[in-house]
Nanobody, 127 residues
Framework: QVQLVESGGGSVQPGGSLRLSCATSGYTYNFKFMGWFRQAPGKEREGVAAIYTRNGGTTYYSDSVKGRFTISQDNAKKTVYLQMNSLEPEDTAMYYC???????????????????WGQGTQVTVSS
């Protein structure tokens, strides 16, 4: 049974940093794509960052987080991280980790294309 478990969320002041982790289990190999998504109350789920886990790890970012967030992987630990710097109140949301073995790169930030999801971790940015 595939499981994705996120951790690292919390409350932080604007300008602060958080590091989210997503540990996967129940799958023999590393998933081809891992992504981070977020959903704020009353809004649709949106793609934040994704990584192609093979061949050095091509990364993908939404315009809203580019330059502030960094996605990385530890294949030995089957874990993906999201380092979030210069956090803004607009970054407040539930953050979800997702994994997929088959999607194409053009859909790396499309939430509807991922097969496996974690339970989410809350990030609140407020003064």
């Amino acid at each position: 049974q595939v499981q994705l478990v996120e951790s690292g969320g919390g409350s932080v002041q604007p300008g602060g940093s958080l590091r989210l982790s997503c540990a996967t289990s129940g799958y023999t190999y590393n998933f081809k794509f891992m992504g981070w998504f977020r959903q704020a109350p009353g809004k649709e789920r949106e793609g934040v960052a994704a990584i192609y886990t093979r061949n050095g790890g091509t990364t993908y970012y939404s315009d809203s987080v580019k330059g502030r967030f960094t996605i990385s992987q530890d294949n030995a630990k089957k874990t993906v991280y999201l380092q979030m710097n210069s956090l803004e109140p607009e970054d407040t949301a539930m953050y979800y980790c997702a994994a997929d073995q088959w999607l194409s790169a053009r859909y790396a930030l499309a939430p509807g294309t991922y097969d496996y999801w974690g339970q989410g971790t809350q990030v609140t940015v407020s003064s």
